[in-house]
C-alpha cells in the first residue's frame, strides 16, 4: 500500500511538472486572444491540422559510441488556430511527436506555441515573437527528459523577389526532471554526472530507473541562447537553396555540459518533376565545452548530410499530402573518443494536410 | 561539391526562367486565384491578375492575404504560372523538410532535441 502511495505521488509529482509551462502559456495565450478580441470582430481566422506517419531504422539512436540500431515508427500531429486580426497574425498551436522504439523505449515531445506576427516595410519584413512550452520525455536516455519554455524573435525580410534573410534569436530554458549529480572536478576523476552515465548502457534493454536522489544531487536548469542566420535564394522556380548560420551558448549548472557551438548549414531543393522534390542539405557543427575543468574540456565536431525524396500529392487544385522517404547520416567525432559516434537514420512516410 | 555540381548541370534551364515577382493573394477560387501585383511606380494602382490553376498547385497554408511568389511562365502571367509561398515566420515549412530533418537526429548538437 505504501509502495502504491508512492507511485501515486511520484506520477503526480511528474503530471505537475509536466503540466508547469504549458500552464504558462495557456495563461499567455488566453491573455494575447482576449487582448486582441475587438479586432478578432473582422478577423479572418483558420484552423490548420497536419498528420504524419512513418516508419524507419535508427542505427543509433541513443548516440553512443558502441551503436545499437532499432527500428521506429513516427507519429506527429500540429494543430494550429490562425488569427487574422487587423494588424497582426495570432498563431495557437499544439505540436504532439511520439517516436515508438522497437523493444520498450519511446520518446515524445509535447508542444503548446504562440506566435504573433506583424508585416513591416509594406510586405516584405515578418516580425515574429513566439512564446513555446514543451515536455520531452524519453524513456532510452531518461536523464534526458525535461520540460522546456523558450521564447524566440524572428525577423524575416524579402530583399528580392529570389532572395531573402532571416535573422533569429532565442533563449530557452531546459528544466531536466531528474536531478544531475554534480562533478565534484577532483583531478584525474570521471565525470559522473548521470546523463553520461547512462549514455554506457545498452539502448535495447529495459529503461532503468531514474537516478536516486541523494544529498549531492542538485536540479539541473540549463539556459541556452541562441542566433542564426538564413539567406535563401531561389534560383528558378524548382531550385531554392538556403545557407544558414548559427551560433549558440549552453549555461548549466553541470560544469561538463557547458559549451559554445557554432555551425553551418546549406540546403538545396530541386523538383526535377512536377510534384517531385528532391532536398539535399549539409551541416557542420562544432561544440567545444570550455568551461568544464581541464580534465573533462573537450571539443565535438559534428557532420551530416541529408537527403530526401518527396512526392506531393494533390487534392481539389491543393498539395494537401506528402510521400516521403529520407536519409540522414551524422558523424561525431571528440577529442574524447568515448563521446564519438555515428548515425544513420531511414524512414518513409505520408504527410496529410486535412 | 554534390549540390553545386546539381546547380551547375540544371543551369542551362535555369537561364530561361522568367524574372518573379510577389504579389498578394485576394481571392481563391476552385478553378484560379486572383493576385495583386504593385507596379514599379508607386502611385499607379497594382496590376490585378488572375492565375488558373489547372497547371499548377496550391500549397495548404495559402490563403487570402498570403505574399506569394509569382514566376511566370513562357506563356505569360496567368497560363502555367507557378505560386509559391515565401516560407518564412516560425509556422512556415512547406515541404516539412527541416521540421524532419530537426526530428530525424533525436538527440542534435548538444541541445539533444532542443527546438520545436
Not at chain 2, 515565401?86 to 538527440?107: F, H, I, S
Request: hydrophobic letters at 40%; aromatic letters at 8%; one cysteine or more.
Amino acid at each position: 500500500m505504501t509502495e502504491l502511495n508512492m507511485q501515486a505521488a511520484a506520477l503526480s509529482y511528474r503530471l505537475f511538472y509536466m503540466m508547469k509551462p504549458a500552464t504558462y502559456l495557456i495563461i499567455f495565450s488566453a491573455f494575447v486572444l482576449c487582448s486582441g478580441h475587438h479586432a478578432l470582430v473582422a478577423a479572418d481566422d483558420t484552423f490548420y491540422l497536419n498528420g504524419e506517419f512513418s516508419t524507419g531504422q535508427d542505427s543509433n539512436p541513443a548516440q553512443t559510441a558502441k551503436a545499437h540500431a532499432l527500428n521506429f515508427a513516427d507519429v506527429i500531429l500540429n494543430a494550429a488556430q490562425h488569427l487574422r486580426l487587423t494588424s497582426a497574425t495570432v498563431t495557437v498551436g499544439l505540436d504532439g511527436w511520439y517516436r515508438d522504439y522497437a523493444a520498450t523505449d519511446a520518446l515524445s515531445r509535447l508542444t503548446l506555441h504562440t506566435d504573433w506576427e506583424r508585416e513591416l516595410a509594406h510586405g516584405a519584413g515578418l516580425l515574429t515573437v513566439a512564446l513555446a512550452a514543451a515536455a520531452y520525455r524519453d524513456s532510452l536516455v531518461p536523464p534526458d527528459e525535461r520540460d522546456e519554455l523558450a521564447a524566440t524573435v524572428r525577423y524575416d525580410h524579402t530583399l528580392t523577389a529570389r532572395t531573402a534573410v532571416a535573422v533569429t534569436g532565442e533563449t530557452r530554458q531546459l528544466a531536466y526532471l531528474h536531478a544531475a549529480e554534480l562533478w565534484a572536478g577532483r583531478p584525474g576523476s570521471e565525470p559522473r554526472n548521470a546523463s553520461e552515465m547512462t549514455r554506457q548502457r545498452q539502448p535495447a534493454t529495459a529503461p532503468p530507473p531514474p537516478p536516486p536522489r541523494s544529498a549531492t544531487n542538485q536540479q539541473r536548469t540549463d539556459w541556452r541562447n541562441s542566433v542564426a542566420l538564413d539567406v535563401s535564394h531561389h534560383w528558378s522556380p524548382t531550385h531554392a537553396s538556403v545557407l544558414t548560420l548559427t551560433a549558440a551558448r549552453n549555461a548549466s549548472p553541470v560544469i561538463s555540459e557547458r559549451y559554445a557551438q557554432r555551425g553551418i548549414g546549406a540546403e538545396m531543393r530541386w523538383e526535377p518533376l512536377a510534384q517531385w522534390a528532391l532536398t539535399f542539405n549539409l551541416q557542420w557543427s562544432q561544440l567545444r565545452y570550455d568551461r568544464a575543468p581541464r580534465q573533462q574540456e573537450r571539443t565535438d565536431e559534428q557532420h551530416a548530410v541529408g537527403v530526401v525524396v518527396l512526392r506531393r500529392l494533390r487534392w481539389q487544385s491543393r498539395d494537401q499530402g506528402t510521400w516521403f522517404c529520407r536519409v540522414d547520416w551524422l558523424d561525431s567525432a571528440s577529442t574524447r573518443d568515448e563521446h564519438s559516434f555515428q548515425q544513420q537514420i531511414t524512414s518513409c512516410g505520408l504527410g496529410w494536410t486535412f | 561539391m554534390l549540390m553545386l555540381a546539381l546547380l551547375l548541370a540544371t543551369a542551362p534551364a535555369m537561364a530561361a526562367e522568367l524574372e518573379p515577382v510577389l504579389a498578394r493573394i485576394l481571392a481563391i477560387e476552385p478553378e484560379q486565384v486572383t493576385v495583386t501585383v504593385p507596379n514599379a511606380d508607386a502611385a499607379t494602382a497594382p496590376t490585378v491578375l488572375k492565375i488558373r490553376l489547372e497547371a499548377t498547385t496550391l500549397a495548404p497554408e495559402l490563403a487570402p492575404g498570403s505574399l506569394v511568389r509569382l514566376w511566370p511562365s513562357a506563356a505569360g502571367t496567368t497560363a502555367g504560372a507557378r505560386l509559391m509561398p515565401l516560407e518564412r515566420g516560425m509556422a512556415t515549412d512547406r515541404t516539412g523538410v527541416r521540421a524532419r530533418l530537426q526530428r530525424g537526429v533525436p538527440r542534435p548538437p548538444g541541445g539533444r532535441r532542443v527546438g520545436r
